[in-house]
């Protein structure tokens, strides 16, 4: 039988901390093993308990949950975190992504999605909100020097990069290019060659960070 997902959560808001962990108990592969509303406590508690994934609020009241991703950039505290928030600027996403925030997930999501977010990433992939990704594309857009000298996309690649930032396994971007799952295989190791990459996660990173204003540019114009 397959392990657990081990979930930590930290939030400042008992009543909606609580109704998550009640949702997240009805998964059967999903266990919250501790929950509270400060860093401190946080800390204390990713020493005591085996954790693989922490559901962190970014406005904790006095604190913010950015604190506690600096710790976890330490040697042998390395967590995936899923930044659970009602909302971000832009400036803060971008602080967050050069942190090395595993995922953004905004409050006023479905339960479903959250869920689906929390596989994303305990698979070790990245999961970002679909807008955050388009907001970050716009900024991007007409800022060409950057990445004059990077190879563009070719079209079959940009569909599969839009499949992977829709956050859809190899078998379900192949239903929708009606394409075999070899092939798209194939295309996402060439855009890890472009990217200079190994992972699906880090892909996703890169053209965030260095390639929103070509890569997902192009890859957006093909919705």
């Keep these: 039988m397959k392990a657990r997902t081990r979930i930590l959560i930290v939030d400042d808001h008992k009543l909606f901390r609580e109704g998550l962990v009640r949702l997240l108990e009805t998964e059967s592969d999903l266990e919250v093993v501790a929950h509270c509303a400060e860093i401190g406590e946080a800390k204390n508690l990713l020493v005591r308990c085996q954790v693989d994934v922490i559901l962190l609020d970014y406005d904790l009241g006095e604190e913010r949950g950015s604190e506690l991703l600096q710790e976890l950039r330490t040697p042998g ?40 977010a929390i596989r994303t990433i305990a698979g070790g992939e990245m999961w970002l909100e679909q807008r955050i990704i388009r907001t970050l594309a716009f900024r ?84």
């Excluded at 909302?87 to 050069?98: I, K, P, Y």
């Excluded at 070719?154 to 929708?176: F, H, M």
Aim: charged share 25%.
């Design 77 to 116: 505290n390395a967590k995936p975190v899923l930044m659970v928030t009602a909302g971000l600027s832009e400036r803060v996403v971008q602080d967050l992504l050069a942190t090395g925030v595993a995922g953004i997930f905004y409050k006023h999501n479905s339960p479903a999605q959250l869920v689906h």
């Design 140 to 223: 991007a857009a007409g800022k060409t020097a950057e990445t004059r000298d990077v190879r563009p996309l070719t079209e079959r690649q940009c569909e599969v990069l839009s499949g992977i930032l829709d956050g859809l396994a190899n078998k379900e971007i192949a239903w929708r290019l009606k394409v075999s799952e070899t092939s798209v295989k194939a295309v996402i190791q060439e855009l890890f060659h472009k990217a200079g990459v190994r992972t699906r996660s880090q892909l996703v990173r890169i053209a965030v960070e260095k390639h929103s204003g070509d890569w997902l540019s192009n890859a957006r114009e093909l919705k």
